[in-house]
Every structure is written in C-alpha cells, then in structure tokens.
C-alpha cells in the first residue's frame, strides 16, 4: 500500500505532502493497460491527486484533477477522497512516444497545451472549481502553476514515475511544499534552494529513500515536524446502483434504441473496466427509487 506522510515546518511557515505511490501506479497499469508514456502521464496525474486531496478539510471530501490538452493522450483525470486515495482514467492509454533526448518519457508532448481543472466538492451546495493554463504538461509545474495563479498560494511541486523494462512502475512519488502567509525569507530561500535536490523524486525513490527522507532533503536547514501518516490506494469505488442510475438517466429514446434487439444495456466503469449489465425493468426500478428518495427528502 502507498503512503503519505504530512509536516509542518516549525516556525509554522511551510506545510508539507510527501507520498510514495508506486503500488498506485501499478494498479494503474493494470486497469488500463497503459504504455510507458501513459503510464508516466496518468502516474504524475495520480500522484499529484492523491497529494491535493490529502489537503481537504474534512471527511468525505473529494477532489478531481482533470488535464485537458491538445496531446494525443487526451483528457486525463484523477479523483482523490480527503485520506489520499485516488483513481484515475487516461482517454488514450497506449500513445507512446520516444524517449526525449535527456532520456526521460516525454510527458509534455503527450499532455499539450491545454487547462487543468479543479474541482473541490466539500460538501456545500456548490462545489468549487478552479482552472488554469497547461504550461509545460509536465504535471508537477503546472499543479504549482495552478495553485499560484488560482489559489494565490507559492507552491513547489515534484512528482515523478520511473518505469522498469517490463513496464511496470519500478518507483513513483512526489512532494508538494506550500509556504503559508508570514513565511519566514530564510524558510523560503532554503526550499528554494533544496528545489534541485528533489527533481528527480522517483529517482530517490528508487534509491531506497522513503517519504521521510525525501522531505528531509526537500527541507534540508529547516526545522520541521511530521504530524501524521496515512496509507493510500488505489481505489475504485464505482458500484452496480451508482453505474445503472447513470444508464438510467439517458432518454428514452436512446434507451429505446438500445433494448429495440432485446439486449442487455452495458456500462462499463471507465476507471477500473467492470462491466454491469441492466435489463430494461432493472432500470425502472433505478428510476422509481431515485424519484421517492427525491419526494422523500422534500417533504
């Protein structure tokens, strides 16, 4: 299982988010077969994810992450809960391209030029949404590009997804350190200058270092304390009610259409691949029990 540890530096001017999420990753790979360019694309999308939603206030929040470029991978998405587990879905999981000349995937082709999109539903009536420009597709400086222009919060950000010959995830990771309001300069100036020793986080990841010492480097001279840990997963939570409400909602038109054969209506859950099944009547009955919750919470 995957994890995140969070700090707090101790002249309270910094937050920090470390994560290791290589068994996200590969739970990735498995559901959507992705090739190694996708895989580094949707890990980072993931990771980044599972980071901003351990950032939520309160349980039962959620976050979506959501890359919309002119790449050729499409649209890429990520939803996280407040405790950092995340799942994910990449429109095209089998672009691949060749290695960049510095011998990384090239993940900024993939993604485009585009916007990133945030949505924070926290349990209000209207759930927040943020966006702004791709600047780099390469996940990490646009999350801190994100947070900057739309929250108005300076953060660094580094993810990374290193994968192994049999294209499985060999490690994957990232840090995301916030300065908070009244940040001491010497705080920042040390991040600042530490920025460079993390930017390749899956690299240190793969060394052997663990969450706790990559933050050790990221905050290197400045005081810090670690306030908790939790296990992160992937996780799908997509179910047999939520999947027919879905169908059960086209018109009846479309719906007409699609039994006119006398076949089964199929949806197939976009983040895991299960397929369920719904017969005509099985639908109704979605639509019935939707219909006397809706008159029950009126009255």
Do not use: W
């Not at 995957?2 to 994560?19: L, M, N, W, Y």
């Not at 690299?203 to 905050?219: I, T």
């Amino acid at each position: 299982m995957s994890r995140i540890v969070r700090g707090i530096t101790k002249d309270g001017g910094a937050r920090f988010f470390v994560t290791e999420s290589r068994e996200i990753v590969n739970a990735a790979i498995r559901y959507h077969g992705t090739t190694p360019t996708a895989t580094a694309v949707l890990g980072r999308v993931l990771t980044g994810a599972s980071l901003m939603g351990c950032m939520l206030k309160n349980r039962g929040d959620s976050l979506t992450l959501r890359f919309k470029g002119d790449g050729s991978v499409g649209t890429v998405m990520a939803v996280s809960d407040d405790c950092g587990c995340v799942k994910g879905y990449i429109e095209n999981p089998a672009v691949d391209f060749p290695l960049r000349t510095d011998g990384k995937l090239d993940v900024g082709r993939a993604i485009g030029k585009g916007n990133v999109y945030v949505l924070k539903d926290e349990g209000n009536k209207e759930p927040y949404i943020g966006i702004s420009e791709i600047v780099s597709g390469e996940i990490a400086e646009d999350i801190a590009y994100y947070f900057a222009s739309s929250e108005q919060v300076p953060t660094l950000c580094a993810l990374g997804v290193l994968v192994d010959v049999d294209r499985t995830c060999k490690a994957a990771g990232g840090i995301i350190i916030q300065t908070l309001p009244f940040a001491d300069g010497e705080t920042v100036s040390a991040i600042e200058k530490n920025s460079g020793k993390i930017s390749s986080v899956s690299s240190l990841f793969a060394s052997g270092m663990r969450c706790e010492d990559v933050a050790a480097l990221a905050l290197e001279g400045v005081p810090f304390d670690f306030f908790d840990e939790i296990e992160t997963r992937y996780f799908c939570d997509c179910s047999r009610e939520r999947m027919g409400r879905g169908v059960a909602s086209l018109p009846e038109t479309d719906l007409d259409e699609i039994f006119s054969d006398g076949q089964k209506a199929e949806a197939v859950c976009r983040f895991c691949g299960k397929k369920y099944t719904f017969a005509r009547e099985e639908l109704k009955n979605f639509v019935t029990r939707r219909e006397n919750k809706q008159n029950n919470s009126v009255n």
